[in-house]
């Protein structure tokens, strides 16, 4: 039970017992100034005690009530309200903290997201740069194998025509030795063999 509730009733008890004890002296005074009988009209005189009694009564009780009863109703009320205004403040910052700290959150979400897609363009662009690399270094050795392979072919068919044409001064000198009848010396030999070289490699 609150405090403006015990207050209350205890107005209401007063005002109560103020009240019998009014219509106690009102039938007292009644019975003592000549018993009024059964529907007959009461005089003037007779309706003045009653009216005199209520006003004592209604100026005690709230004389009571403003100095007794009122001021504990108006402190129970003011109690309340001031304990309402205490938890709607705390609500209130409840709120305002819970607001603040999903602010945080969602600011620390927004650079985290922000953090994780400058790492993933990093990584990115690293890839790309190392294609890049991987791809020149790639050509760069392609083309020197490529060089290289043109080189050896080169020197193979430089070879090969070599060997072809000594088979083919040596064959020369074996049938002309044969169709002379003599022996050509190696010198003319050599000097044959490097003409006809000589004489290939302008053709081609």
Known sequence: MTMVQSGVRT????????TLCGVSVASAADVEGGAEKAGV???VAQ???????????FSVVLAIVSVVIWP????????RASKIREEIESAEMARKQAKDALEEYQKSLENARAEAQKMLDQTRSQQAQLAADLKA?????????????????ETARRAALAEIYSETANLATAVASKILRKEIRADDQRNLVEESVRALAGKN
């Open 137 to 153: 270094k790639a050509d760069v050795e392609l083309s020197q194998l490529r060089e290289r392979a043109m080189k050896d072919i």
């Open 41 to 43: 009209i009461p005089t």
């Open 11 to 18: 107005l209401a008890t007063f005002v109560a017992s103020v």
């Open 47 to 57: 309706g003045i005690m009653p009216m005199v009694l209520a006003l004592v009564v």
């Open 72 to 79: 504990k109703i108006t402190k129970g009320l003011d109690d």
